[in-house]
């Protein structure tokens, strides 16, 4: 199907649902230190709210998956954004750090089905050829919430009430989800595979030598760079004195950072390609991350976030885009396996990032990012430029 036949409507309620999760996912990053002294506890020990959200959210991709393959992507989807509600909701009128962790793993379990399905559900409608426009164009929407998340997570928190920022995230799940649920009626229901060959059609994934490295890659990606993403509002607050909105409104520039990527995606995988921008990401995140470890002041972190967030989605886009193709008969199981393995490497890097915290310093985190993302970034490239070559020699097939 090509890009003019796609359901405009639904892509933008998709894109909607798709910047309330994310939004929710980073909500507590500029959230530490005020949840640190509500619950007289250190930096490393509040990191759970982030980390307990990443597990749930990444183990419950098998799950989605699946579901989505046998009921359909869009009504799905919409039910587990409606149930974010019921987890952002818990999480504001939590009375301890315990609860406010389960509240958060259970917004977590519930926002593993929003993303990944509607990648999905894109790949299900957009030819392979311009599939990376459109993955873009979602980016858009995730990258939005991002910024929200980071920013007004923070900035909320700090003329309000941090519980305050989640009851209005609660009422954005709600609102989103109600309206897809009414589109989803409309849509025709799908063929309904044989739940039973769940296990199989995901050992089929994984006996794809391109598919394993395409899920490793995500991994490492998501350890190394969503753990640096995390502590950087701490570490401005901590190293230079920024007040949490501001430090929360310099993270953003990451976001802003993915804005410029996906408006310039079409032009620049037209002039560089898939290598091109795997390189160019792995690059740009080295440097970024570089130059925060090491900032003798504030201003120096303005155009780091922001050349990191580009320089991310310009990795991450282009291994989203071969996610899609990896089972195109069992896309919603293929893709949620590859968010599944994100959000674990994202959940196992921010513990071991905590950790590193605690004893050791944020510059030490940002450093070690910043040299095993770049490294990444050019190896993966390296990979992709072989894998072609083999298929135009025609000896692996595509």
Not at 189 to 203: F, G, K, N, Q
Not at 346 to 356: K, P
Request: aromatic share 10%.
């Amino acid at each position: 199907m090509s890009t003019r036949a796609l359901d405009s409507r639904t892509l933008w309620l998709l894109g909607t649902c798709a910047f309330a999760s994310m939004a929710s996912m980073r909500i507590c990053d500029a959230m530490l230190p005020s949840l640190a002294a509500e619950f007289s506890a250190t930096t490393g020990q509040v990191a759970r709210t982030i980390s307990g959200f990443a597990l749930a959210y990444g183990l419950l991709q098998l799950f989605y998956g699946p579901l989505g393959d046998r009921y359909g992507k869009v009504r799905v989807i919409a039910f587990a954004t409606l149930a974010c509600t019921i987890g952002s909701m818990a999480a504001a009128l939590a009375p301890s750090l315990d609860w406010l962790v389960a509240g958060r793993i259970l917004s977590g379990v519930a926002a593993a089905g929003i993303i990944p399905l509607t990648m999905a559900w894109i790949g299900d409608s957009v030819a392979y050829e311009g599939r990376q426009e459109v993955l873009a164009r979602l980016l858009g929407a995730t990258v939005f919430g991002m910024i929200c998340g980071q920013w007004l997570g923070g900035l909320v928190a700090e003329v309000w009430n941090w519980r305050a920022a989640f009851a209005l995230l609660a009422t954005i799940f709600l609102v989103g989800g109600a309206m897809l649920t009414r589109r989803a009626r409309g849509l025709a229901s799908p063929a309904r595979p044989d739940m039973a060959s769940v296990p199989r059609r995901l050992l089929d994934v994984l006996a794809q030598p391109w598919a394993r490295t395409v899920l490793l890659v995500t991994c490492i990606e998501g350890a190394l760079a969503f753990s640096a993403l995390a502590f950087i509002p701490s570490h401005l607050h901590a190293s230079f004195k920024l007040s949490m909105p501001a430090a929360g409104a310099v993270v953003a520039l990451y976001g802003v950072g993915g804005l410029v990527y996906s408006r310039c995606a079409r032009v620049l995988l037209r002039r560089f390609g898939e290598t091109g921008l795997a390189t160019t990401g792995g690059v740009s995140l080295g440097i970024a991350f570089a130059a925060i470890a090491t900032a003798p002041s504030w201003p120096w972190t303005l155009p780091a976030c922001m050349l990191a967030g580009f320089g991310f989605y310009a990795l991450h886009n282009t291994l989203q885009t071969h996610a899609t193709q990896m089972a195109p008969t069992a896309r919603g199981t293929a893709v949620s396996l590859f968010a599944c393995v994100l959000f674990l490497g994202q959940s196992l890097g921010v513990l071991l990032a905590s950790w590193v915290v605690d004893t050791a310093s944020t510059s030490m985190v940002f450093a070690s990012s910043a040299l095993g993302l770049l490294l990444l970034g050019v190896a993966f490239a390296t990979l992709i430029r072989q894998r072609n070559s083999r298929l135009r020699q025609g000896v692996i097939d595509a």
